[in-house]
């Protein structure tokens, strides 16, 4: 406090208005050099105006994110319906390949039992 009560007393005991203002000006720079990193110093309405502006961005962000979310389940719905029909379009031609396949082997085992037969008849 002595150094308020220093400056009191040499604003007091000044003699002129310029003598004054150099007083103050002295002060400032005191204060300056005591505390170089002041001016760098957030107050409470910069802190305030910055968490407003991140609130701000952060809603921005949460809507961004919303709206891909969206897009991401309508695409993953999209992807399910495609899947589901490549899905029953291989099983209908699983089994149509094995409805080609039986119309192929059937045929062959009756011709195959009959040669067979031919052959142990021939014996």
């Known amino acids: 406090m002595s ?10 005991s000044a003699p002129d208005e310029r003598t004054r203002a150099r007083v103050i000006a002295e002060a400032f720079e005191r204060l300056e050099e005591r505390y170089p990193h002041l001016p ?15 609130q701000k961005e952060i809603e921005q962000v949460r809507a961004e994110l919303r709206a891909t979310e969206l897009r991401l389940q309508k695409e993953i719905e999209q992807l399910r319906a495609e899947l589901k029909l490549d899905i029953e379009r291989v099983r209908s031609e699983v089994t149509h390949t094995k409805i080609d396949l039986l119309k192929w082997i059937i045929p062959l085992m009756f ?5 067979i037969a031919a052959l142990v008849k021939l014996l």
């Open 40 to 54: 760098d110093l957030a107050t409470q309405g910069h802190v305030r105006e910055t968490e407003l502006r991140l």
């Open 111 to 115: 011709a195959q039992v009959g040669a």
């Open 3 to 12: 150094s308020v009560v220093a400056l009191y007393d040499a604003l007091a």
